[in-house]
């Protein structure tokens, strides 16, 4: 028994996501208070443009659509493999408590050490999500239960770290207005210095969720299926906790928590391409930017030239999507 495929329909739909990327992607950089013609983006990135539109686009514009691309690949991946892992369409990377760690190490870095730009708690973000992810997986992996065991702590240790993070902002003011930003999720920031080693991590969380892609088809029919399939669970089990730390870990430390898009994405996407993990993932990987990309545009331009954070948006336009994706009745399982 194998997994439905359905190849014609799922290089199609690569091409077109990526042309839709691609759009997107001049749109970041043309459109927000100070709106740019593509002519004058083009000559801004080849250094024929004017002192203002190249601040504009090469300092303002391209870090965040940079960081754009990169968490909402990475966001949308960590979700497909967090529902194929856990055979569960609800399932995201905040099960894994990713996002409360992150949280919480800002919370300490801003309050402890007066960290304040979004730069300087990128790394602090990266080592609470780590550190979480991996006492999680000690923790899951101290008794039977598989993948059940594993969100049960992650949800658990979550919430312990997200009470001390809120106790730690109110009594600290100061650290509450230099989290708020960040905390609900935002592009603006993070210098391209920043994103190199982040981009490098991604990468290799993207590779490797790439290479898991056949193990999860035949879990997804069952452990003992799987392993008559000559699957090794257990590697797979860890290529995923890997894997969904590297991508979801460096996306929230750029970008903050980001909710919905490693949710949403893969729903859409199995709707699409059906359910095959090789189809699904590198797909996920092209659709969550596009998400993240255009909810960032919107929120430019909603209320210019005042800006709404990316995160507010991606949930305002992401739980109705959900709902309807939900209602139909080719909804497609895992």
């Known amino acids: 028994m194998t997994v439905a495929t359905r190849p014609g329909r799922g290089i199609l739909s690569v091409g077109v996501v990526a042309a839709i990327l691609a759009a997107a992607v001049i749109a970041s950089l043309a459109l927000g208070a100070n709106p740019l013609a593509p002519p004058a983006v083009i000559d801004a990135l080849a250094g ?26 990475a966001l949308g991946a960590a979700g497909a493999l967090m529902q194929a892992f856990t055979r569960n369409p609800l399932a995201d990377p905040g099960l894994l408590g990713v996002g409360a760690g992150a949280a919480f190490a800002v919370a300490l870095g801003v309050s402890l050490f007066g960290l304040s730009g979004p730069g300087e708690v990128v790394w602090p973000a990266f080592a609470g999500a780590l550190l979480v992810t991996m006492a999680v997986s000690v923790i899951g992996a101290s008794g039977p239960g598989g993948p059940v065991r594993l969100i049960l702590a992650g949800v658990a240790l979550g919430a312990v770290l997200s009470g001390i993070t809120t106790a730690i902002t109110l009594t600290d003011p100061e650290a509450f207005d230099r989290m708020r930003g960040w905390n609900a999720g935002s592009l603006l920031g993070a210098g391209l210095d920043d994103l190199g080693a982040i981009a490098l991590l991604v990468t ?56 919905f898009v490693g949710l949403m994405i893969p729903h859409v996407v199995r709707w699409i391409v059906g359910p095959d993990q090789r189809a699904v993932l590198p797909l996920s990987l092209l659709a969550g930017p596009v998400v993240v990309l255009a909810a960032d545009i919107l929120g430019r331009v909603v209320i210019a030239p005042a800006e709404v954070p990316v995160g507010v948006v991606v949930a305002f336009v992401g739980a109705p999507l959900l709902i309807a994706l939900a209602r139909r009745r080719t909804a497609r399982a895992l």
Do not use: C, H, K, Y
């Open 48 to 73: 024929r443009g004017t002192r203002e539109t190249s601040f504009v686009v090469w300092d303002l514009r391209v870090p965040r659509t940079v960081v754009g691309l990169i968490a909402g690949a």
């Open 204 to 259: 290799a969380g993207a590779v490797l969720a790439l290479a898991l892609a056949p193990g999860l088809n035949a879990m997804a029919l069952g452990d003992d299926v799987a392993r008559s399939q000559g699957v090794n669970v257990a590697r797979i089990r860890v290529g995923v906790i890997v894997a969904v730390t590297l991508l979801a870990g460096a996306a929230t430390a750029i970008a903050g928590p980001i909710s």
